[in-house]
């Protein structure tokens, strides 16, 4: 199918998707918003006056004045933050690309919009606070000047504060990419299961920068203060506003950050939610704008429709034999099996290259520490050897006659070609000082840090991607061994030597990681090898193979399986039960 009509199956796969999380962003916060004013206007003692002060706040003209300015900035963040979760992240190879990544021009147009919302948001919600925030001025008690207001000020310069803060963490933290869930649940379900986790851990993230806040501004407030009083001619009435003291202050401080917080991890709680809901690709259709497994499968362009793919994949292979007769059934006419052809070719493509990956990234870490070890041994060979004079001889005795020099050919050099050589001589000599002046500063301390390649970021970028990867060879192995009983053209079976020999390099290849782990023992990101992604990969190849050579074990020595011995040799462990 053409590129082309792929973005446009994609693109209506995703859009609607993307509404849903967005338009569910906004509604979260109207529905916020009215829960706040609720318990700002509660009044026990008379509920009717509670209700009618409430619904006239809510209906009123200068509220929806500030609400829908509010929910089209949360509406277009929503839609630009959006493309972190859809298309596939960069990877840096050192540290100043990192720096200049964060830098962005993309970035710096995210900060001005977390700072907009959350300074948007601050003013907004201390209208409902009563007439003593309504404003940042008001008239002074003693003349017709105007004052300041302090705890207004603070509390939108908080606001401003808590945007950017939030922004910057997340950015230096790289907490982009969206996890699916373990067991896949009904949308409302998985909501009503994680709101209240996501509102614990907005009010417990909203602590640090409040009190973070209150030390800037102790020690820097006063120049914003004097400068917006000087720029907007305005008077201090009162002594400035001691925090300590202004324990209301700090707690409405506190919940304005929480209510921000809220709002992000909310957002990002329904990407997860739409994003990551499972899908059922077609395994064949005749429309051209709808996208099949295997095309869904090939798309390593956009991560998140891959990862719907190889999910797919898995679940059809576990739970739906209905499915599965589609990928065994042949052409018709021609008798071909286009479907599993199809379906094996994007699987084994995307399971070859994670694999040659690995181990491109494992060998480029243990390239130079086995170089330098065959160096050392070397030269510890080199000084065991005893020193053999040239004036020595077999016997022990001296050998009193010179060695005979070697015949020397006499060339007649010409001019031109002496000349020559001198110019390329010069040349080389400038090179090599070049380069060995290059290789000196490039290994300085300060350069290597900053610019020097990092491998083993390498290797954890590659893991954070193995999710689809679980999924999809563990989908292969259910099929294969389903085809055992379910499969009655034997279609399968003739593509079972590449399926072994794809994971089993793919197991080879991870194992190299212990290796890694060993050579950078005290690197400060081996503990990444010790999360779930890690233990998951491996364990789900180990448990692929067992799923083969438990069905297919008594076969692979026949004349049909015609895979090497070296192959051979390492499913004997799996045939046996030996492989821990």
């Known amino acids: ?80 933050c959006s493309k972190e979760y859809v298309f596939e992240s960069s990877y840096r190879t050192n540290r100043i690309q990192k720096c200049l990544g964060i830098i962005s021009v993309r970035n710096l147009f995210m900060i001005c919009l977390h700072i907009m919302t959350s300074g948007l948001m601050v003013w907004l919600y201390r209208t409902l606070l009563g007439p003593d925030y309504g404003s940042v001025c008001r008239n002074c008690d003693t003349d017709d000047e105007h004052c300041l207001n302090e705890e207004v000020f603070y509390l939108i310069l908080n606001g401003l504060w808590i945007g950017l803060y939030y922004f910057v963490k997340r950015s230096l933290s790289d907490e982009k990419s969206i996890l699916f869930p373990v067991i896949q649940q009904r949308k409302l379900l998985t909501i009503k299961s994680n709101i209240v986790r996501k509102l614990n851990q907005a009010m417990n993230e909203a602590v640090w920068p409040t009190l973070y806040f209150i030390v800037i501004y102790y020690y820097r407030g006063t120049i914003v203060r004097d400068w917006y009083i000087d720029n907007f001619k305005l008077t201090l009435a009162n002594e400035p506003i001691s925090l300590l003291d202004s324990s209301v202050l700090l707690i409405y401080a506190w919940l304005f950050s929480t209510l921000f917080i809220f709002t992000m991890l909310s957002m990002r709680l329904f990407f997860e939610v739409f994003l990551t809901e499972h899908w059922m690709f077609p395994i064949q259709c005749e429309l051209s704008h709808v996208l099949t497994l295997n095309e869904a499968l090939s798309m390593n362009n956009i991560p998140i429709i891959q990862h719907l793919a190889c999910l797919d994949l898995y679940m059809l292979a576990l739970w739906n034999p209905v499915r599965r007769q589609q990928l065994f059934t042949l052409s018709q006419p021609g008798g071909h099996p286009y479907n599993w052809n199809n379906v094996l070719q994007e699987v084994l493509k995307l399971v070859t290259d994670f694999s040659s990956e690995i181990n491109r990234a494992t060998e480029t870490i243990l390239a130079p520490a086995a170089a330098a070890a065959a160096e050392s041994l070397t030269i510890v060979n080199i000084k065991e050897k005893s020193y053999t004079s040239p004036f020595s001889s077999p016997n022990g005795l001296r050998n009193m006659s010179l060695p005979r020099p070697e015949p020397v050919d006499i060339v007649n050099v010409t001019k031109n070609e002496f000349l020559s050589n001198t110019v390329d001589k010069i040349k080389s000599s400038i090179a090599d000082k070049l380069k060995q002046i290059a290789t000196s500063i490039r290994n300085r301390s300060a350069i290597q840090y900053l610019f020097g390649d990092m491998p083993e970021s390498r290797i954890y970028f590659l893991l954070s991607k193995g999710q689809p990867i679980i999924w999809a060879i563990q989908g292969l192995s259910f099929i294969v061994t389903a085809s055992f009983t379910e499969d009655s053209y034997g279609i399968v079976q003739k593509d079972l030597p590449v399926i072994l020999t794809s994971l089993v390099n793919l197991k080879q290849n991870l194992d190299k990681l212990n290796k890694v782990s060993i050579v950078n023992r005290r690197s400060a990101h081996c503990e990444l090898f010790k999360t779930q992604l890690k233990t998951a990969l491996r364990s789900a190849v180990r448990r692929s193979l067992y799923n083969i050579c438990n069905i297919f074990g008594e076969y692979l020595h026949t004349s049909q399986m015609q895979i090497t011995k070296e192959v051979c040799q390492q499913l004997q462990t799996f045939v046996h039960y030996k492989e821990g």
């Open 1 to 80: 199918m053409p590129a082309q009509v792929l973005n446009v199956g994609c693109k209506e796969l995703l859009f609607w998707k993307l509404i849903y999380a967005v338009t569910c962003s906004v509604l979260s916060q109207v529905f916020l918003f009215i829960a706040f004013l609720f318990i700002m206007n509660i009044s026990l003692l008379h509920p009717i006056i509670w209700i009618q002060e409430t619904f006239s706040t809510l209906t009123s003209f200068r509220t929806w004045l500030l609400l829908i300015p509010l929910a089209s900035i949360i509406f277009a963040q929503g839609i630009i």
